[in-house]
């Protein structure tokens, strides 16, 4: 199975859009992997977690082709990770053009009650229902791609106003859980993947050197505390990759110093267009 991550950055990128902060100045005049776009992944190059405001330049820097996207499935709707509006050009024979015999003739868009009000409340004429299929989501429902990978939705600490959440993936003998936008797993989540070994765990990590306190987003104390209650359930194993992801500039750090912080640990950090292969 084959992983990209796209952004890795919270809402504001980093460095961020109007900031003048140490750590935004610092991350310009270095550039390379601080230079961070708004957070989603590409799996086996045709299925999508989340749509960001940045996805058309990242499809570019990235080779990717967004014609082939068969499945999105987005974690909540807040706008740096479901950038609706960009649906609209999926209208075919309009703003795009696909042909009959091509791999993605329509896109199918997996989400909870905030995108699905989101999607409800677009114009008639923008909400291309002939080329997008909406499919509402609870938690804990698994929804198959059409790649045949399995995308379980788990509850997340983050955006109390809707079933905000995150993914549990399952294909090719792997195992993996994609988690951004959550403080520490509520216990339903925990309660859920406990006996469920992961190959891959990419978690949260907005805050840094700092902890969030365990609600909204984490930071490396909070990922440490939830590595170890995974741990401690049998989720997390020995060969458990884990990758921490989704910075803020507030964190202060940039990508080699968030290295050098992650590095006793064992956990990898994210960067923009960074592939894994399981």
């Not at 809402?11 to 989603?40: L, T, V, Y």
């Not at 299925?47 to 996805?55: A, G, R, S, T």
């Not at 996207?69 to 053009?97: E, K």
């Not at 859920?192 to 840094?208: I, R, V």
Request: proline content about 4%; glycine content about 8%.
């Amino acid at each position: 199975m084959k992983l990209q991550y796209l952004g890795t950055a919270a809402a504001e990128a980093f460095p961020a859009i109007f900031c003048h902060c140490d750590a935004c100045r610092r991350a310009r005049q270095a550039g390379g992997k601080n230079i961070r776009m708004r957070s989603g992944l590409v799996l086996n190059d045709t299925v999508l977690i989340d749509l960001p405001p940045d996805i058309y330049a990242l499809s570019l820097r990235l080779g990717l082709d967004l014609g082939e996207v068969t499945d999105l499935f987005v974690t909540h709707s807040h706008s740096d990770h479901f950038a609706f509006q960009d649906l609209a050009m999926r209208r075919n024979g309009c703003f795009c053009h696909i042909g009959e015999n091509d791999s993605a003739p329509a896109l199918h868009v997996h989400g909870n009650d905030g995108v699905e009000a989101l999607i409800n409340a677009m114009p008639e004429e923008d909400r291309c229902d002939k080329d997008i299929h909406l499919t509402r989501i609870s938690y804990f429902e698994t929804h198959t791609a059409a790649n045949g990978l399995r995308f379980t939705y788990l509850p997340a600490h983050h955006k109390p106003d809707e079933q905000s959440g995150f993914y549990m993936i399952e294909g090719e003998g792997k195992r993996l859980i994609y988690a951004q936008d959550t403080g520490l797993f509520p216990a339903e989540t925990l309660d859920y993947l406990a006996g469920k070994p992961l190959d891959f765990l990419s978690l949260d990590c907005c805050f840094g050197r700092r902890s969030s306190g365990g609600w909204g987003h984490m930071g490396l104390p909070d990922n440490r505390e939830m590595v170890a209650a995974l741990r401690k359930s049998g989720a997390v194993t020995d060969n458990t990759i884990v990758v921490v992801n989704h910075f803020s500039h507030n964190c202060g750090q940039l990508h080699e110093e968030l290295e050098a912080e992650a590095k006793p640990d064992g956990f990898a950090v994210a960067y923009d267009g960074m592939i894994v292969e399981l």
